[in-house]
């Protein structure tokens, strides 16, 4: 049996490319279906986030004419990892596979056939990764790239150089379901799912009409978020950096004392720099034990599943519910 594949498009304030890019990605689907790649109930799921011009007149003229496509609008716009998070979960219903991409035409359409394939070789996760950067400037790539480091320095798990254009499947997106966290940065989070992934690499465009959403203050803000939502590192640092005053302040005390014994100090100095730099180190790692405590309760107030089983032995089933 072929897979269904929804392939899950967010779209805020696209007029311009939307008419542009729409088609391409209808004929995808129109040519994964008659090659037998995928089943005959697969869509295109555009998912409108809450766009102030004609985006959403567009998918609903898009959707009555074509029955690939169809669309669900966001009651108002809730920046583009809800947009996709939205789609996924409705797409969850009756997709196999979800393939997630953006609609300005930069990612390139054509690895579909190569995630579909992975898919079919047994990868639950396919992570499409940009082989090169060239058509971004060189402060574009810089930041980005940065970006990737920063995170996986910061403890959260990322694929460098990917963004959101990937395939899942619907028992990775069942598991998800149960990461109940409202700050979400996908790319980070899929990851902690677990299950077989691979990549598939390919090459990054210009958008085809329209503008960037994504400018540096947005880009530095998903930084954060994407740090702060999933990681308690940037405390530790606290506590480390404590720790080392603490160290740095014992020896300044030290230090501070032989001066006095030797006499080259002006009456006072010695207790002041004494009190100043211990002090300082105390406090430091003191709010570094309080933000540990903070970090715990947070991650606990997430209640993310504990364990997710990916496969049973056949007989498993069998064995639940006979006590004979
Ligand atoms: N997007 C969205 N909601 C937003 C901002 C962006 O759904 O609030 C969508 C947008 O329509 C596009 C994708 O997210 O399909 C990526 O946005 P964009 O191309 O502007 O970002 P860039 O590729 O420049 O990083
Ligand atoms: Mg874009």
């Given at each position: 049996?072929?897979p269904?594949?929804?392939?899950?498009?967010?779209?805020y304030?696209e007029?311009?490319?939307l008419p542009?890019?729409?088609?391409?990605?209808g004929?995808?689907?129109?040519q994964?279906i008659?090659?037998?790649?995928?089943?005959?109930?697969?869509?295109?799921?555009?998912?409108?986030?809450g766009?102030?011009?004609?985006?959403?007149?567009?998918?609903?003229?898009?959707?009555?004419?074509?029955?690939?496509?169809i669309?669900?609008?966001?009651?108002?716009?809730?920046?583009?990892?809800?947009?996709?998070?939205?789609?996924?979960?409705e797409?969850?219903?009756?997709?196999?596979?979800?393939?997630?991409i953006?609609?300005?035409?930069?990612?390139?359409?054509?690895?579909?056939?190569?995630m579909?394939?992975?898919?079919?070789?047994?990868?639950?996760?396919?992570?499409?990764?940009?082989?090169?950067?060239?058509?971004?400037?060189f402060?574009k790539?810089?930041?980005a790239?940065?970006?990737?480091k920063?995170l996986?320095?910061?403890?959260?798990?990322?694929?460098?150089?990917?963004?959101?254009?990937?395939?899942?499947?619907?028992?990775?997106?069942?598991?998800f379901?149960?990461?109940?966290?409202?700050?979400?940065?996908?790319?980070?989070?899929f990851?902690l799912?677990?299950?077989?992934?691979?990549?598939?690499?390919y090459?990054?465009?210009?958008?085809l009409?329209?503008?960037?959403?994504?400018?540096?203050?947005?880009?530095?803000?998903?930084?954060?978020?994407?740090?702060?939502?999933?990681?308690?590192?940037?405390?530790?640092?606290?506590?480390?950096?404590?720790?080392l005053?603490?160290?740095?302040?014992?020896?300044?005390?030290i230090?501070a004392?032989?001066?006095?014994?030797?006499?080259?100090?002006?009456a006072?100095?010695?207790?002041?720099?004494?009190?100043?730099?211990?002090?300082?180190?105390?406090?430091?790692?003191?709010?570094?034990?309080?933000?540990?405590?903070?970090?715990?309760?947070?991650?606990?107030?997430?209640?993310?599943p504990r364990?997710?089983?990916?496969?049973?032995?056949?007989?498993?089933?069998?064995?639940?519910?006979?006590?004979?």
């Amino acid at each position: 049996m072929q897979p269904v594949l929804y392939i899950v498009i967010p779209c805020y304030n696209e007029e311009e490319v939307l008419p542009v890019t729409a088609p391409l990605f209808g004929e995808k689907i129109s040519q994964l279906i008659i090659t037998g790649k995928i089943s005959e109930k697969s869509r295109v799921l555009f998912v409108n986030d809450g766009s102030k011009d004609k985006t959403w007149e567009i998918i609903k003229k898009f959707a009555a004419e074509e029955k690939y496509f169809i669309g669900i609008s966001q009651s108002r716009n809730r920046g583009h990892q809800n947009a996709v998070l939205a789609g996924l979960m409705e797409a969850k219903l009756s997709a196999d596979i979800t393939i997630s991409i953006d609609c300005d035409g930069q990612d390139d359409i054509n690895a579909i056939d190569e995630m579909v394939e992975a898919y079919m070789n047994g990868a639950d996760i396919v992570y499409g990764v940009r082989s090169k950067r060239t058509t971004d400037t060189f402060f574009k790539r810089f930041t980005a790239e940065s970006f990737y480091k920063l995170l996986n320095r910061m403890g959260v798990e990322v694929v460098f150089n990917h963004a959101d254009y990937r395939l899942v499947s619907k028992r990775v997106l069942e598991a998800f379901s149960d990461f109940k966290e409202v700050n979400i940065f996908l790319r980070g989070m899929f990851p902690l799912v677990g299950f077989n992934s691979t990549v598939v690499y390919y090459e990054r465009h210009e958008r085809l009409a329209g503008k960037s959403h994504y400018p540096l203050k947005k880009m530095l803000e998903l930084a954060f978020d994407g740090i702060t939502s999933l990681s308690i590192k940037p405390i530790r640092l606290i506590t480390k950096l404590g720790i080392l005053i603490s160290l740095l302040g014992v020896a300044a005390a030290i230090w501070a004392v032989v001066m006095e014994i030797i006499g080259d100090t002006v009456a006072g100095w010695a207790s002041l720099v004494c009190i100043v730099s211990i002090l300082g180190g105390i406090q430091l790692v003191s709010l570094g034990v309080i933000g540990e405590y903070i970090g715990k309760i947070y991650m606990e107030t997430k209640s993310r599943p504990r364990y997710i089983i990916s496969e049973r032995t056949e007989n498993c089933d069998d064995d639940i519910g006979e006590s004979d």
